[in-house]
């Protein structure tokens, strides 16, 4: 079997912590237990390119579980846990291209790896290996039946390669489901990217002003969970309705040029690119922090601040110094690189359950029904999206109302009124 991971050795550490991931993971849990039985995605070949996280660890045995043959890789760099790749690897039998730290080029070794046994079905987070399905590795995707895309980024890049009819087979927008978006990028992001900068740097959050840079699913999570900790939070918007939002639920909302003149922490969220740049940089006050938790390391223009830096000295890890003048050094966390993966341990379990119970079923519905689907992005079927919502508040042990006849008649109909 093919792979490359850190150290094999650190797999019976991996192995604990996917256990005790998979405790929090029981609507995925009961869609492994239909595909061991029933094996809907048998003889598949599936590629992964996902943050190697525990989590993804548990999807990984479900699709095994459910007949495929797996192969995955890393969606970041700095996101993988050389624990978790080497037990899928030795407990598993999943071939694992992951090492935390690659190189650029190892990064794509890896990734075409994980193209190299000619994958059926792809699941994505970020587009990456679409986006080589359509570039150095065309000749592939005669091959693939459909795909599934993890992330808002990924979902934009590929409505993107839809609307310019340059798609080559049917994706599922598995970021769009009720059950993804709304509590994977709200919760998730929410609480990691706190844990991210608070396991980076301790700092104490109560009493800094904290800049959240975009307000949509994450940027919410992200504000809500930083004012929980008694940070003053401002956001940064381009968009009026949600920036009046923001203004409404009682945020500060200002441009970020007002903005980098007060802040003490600055997050970015926005799945935009250079939104802290220079002029930016040069407002920010002596010993601000700045961390992004959107999907690609380009919403810090990192290139632009190492060429007004005199030196970066790292501080410790995840925190780099950047020395711009004697009197003003600003500090990076994570290399810019989303801060939740990179110096956290990502999303918790308990909303991945529901990210990955959609991941999973997405990619069943693929195998069952690609040959009626277009080239074009799909959301997750409405039925699977609330049956996972329906799981999981069973798991949770919460029950809650059902429409009685008269209520249906009544919202079905137009006559009936005051
Ligand atoms: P979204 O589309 O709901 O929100 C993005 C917001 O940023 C929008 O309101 C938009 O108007 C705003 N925005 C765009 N450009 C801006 C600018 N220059 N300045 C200020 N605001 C700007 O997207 P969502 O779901 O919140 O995702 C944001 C990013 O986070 C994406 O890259 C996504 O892939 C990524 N993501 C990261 C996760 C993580 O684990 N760190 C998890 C889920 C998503």
């Known amino acids: 079997m093919k792979f490359d991971v850190k150290n094999l050795n650190q797999a019976d550490r991996g192995i604990s912590r996917i256990a005790w991931a998979d405790r929090s993971m029981p609507v995925l849990q009961q869609v492994r237990d239909r595909f061991k039985a029933k094996k809907p995605l048998k003889k598949l070949r599936i ?62 070794d890896h990734l075409n790896a994980t193209l190299d046994f000619k994958p059926q079905i792809t699941m ?24 599934t895309e993890e ?66 699913m994450c940027g ?3 504000a809500m969970r930083a004012r929980g900790m008694g940070a003053h939070v401002v956001i940064t918007e381009v968009d009026p309705t949600r920036a009046l939002e923001a203004h409404l639920d009682g945020y500060e909302v200002m441009s970020m040029e007002g903005a980098a003149k007060v802040g003490d922490v600055f997050v970015t969220v926005t799945g935009n690119t250079r939104v802290i740049r220079p002029e930016h ?70 909303v991945m359950d529901m990210s990955f119970a959609n991941q999973a079923l997405a990619a069943e519905y693929i195998a069952k029904s690609y040959r009626k689907l277009k080239k074009q992005v799909y959301p997750v079927p409405a039925d699977i999206d609330k049956e996972i919502a329906r799981l999981k508040l069973q798991t949770l042990g919460i029950s809650i109302d059902k429409l009685t006849k008269e209520q249906q008649e ?8 005051t």
Not at 134 to 145: D, G, I, P, Q
Not at 287 to 294: D, L, Q, V, W, Y
Not at 411 to 417: M, V
């Open 124 to 147: 994505d987070d970020g587009a990456d290996l679409v986006s080589l399905l359509h570039s150095e590795r065309k000749n592939l995707a005669v091959n693939v039946k459909g795909s």
């Open 47 to 108: 590629a992964a390119c996902l943050h190697v996280t525990t989590e993804t660890a548990n999807l990984m045995r479900t699709l095994k579980d459910g007949g495929a043959n797996v192969r995955l890789c890393a969606s970041n760099p700095l996101s993988t846990q050389d624990d978790v790749a080497a037990a899928l690897v030795k407990k598993w039998k999943i071939p694992t291209f992951a090492i935390t730290g690659a190189s650029r080029k190892k990064y794509y």
């Open 220 to 222: 919410r999570g992200v």
């Open 151 to 216: 992330t808002t980024t990924g979902v934009i890049r590929l409505k993107s390669m839809a609307k310019n009819k340059v798609l080559k087979f049917p994706v599922v927008a598995v970021n769009d489901a009720d059950t993804k978006h709304l509590f994977d990028n709200r919760y998730g992001t929410g609480q990691s990217t706190i844990d991210g900068i608070l396991r980076a740097t301790n700092i104490l959050l109560a009493g800094q002003k904290f800049i959240v840079a975009g307000y949509g």
């Open 281 to 350: 940089f040069r407002a920010m006050k002596n010993g601000a922090i700045i961390a992004n938790s959107g999907h690609f390391d380009v919403e810090i223009d990192i290139a632009g601040l190492k060429e007004m830096t005199k030196e970066i000295v790292k501080i410790r890890d995840y925190v780099e110094e950047y020395k711009i003048t004697k009197d003003q050094s600003l500090f990076v966390l994570g290399e810019g690189r989303l801060i939740n993966l990179a110096a956290a341990e990502g999303h918790p379990a308990q």
């Open 410 to 417: 009544y919202l079905a109909s137009w006559q009936l009124g």
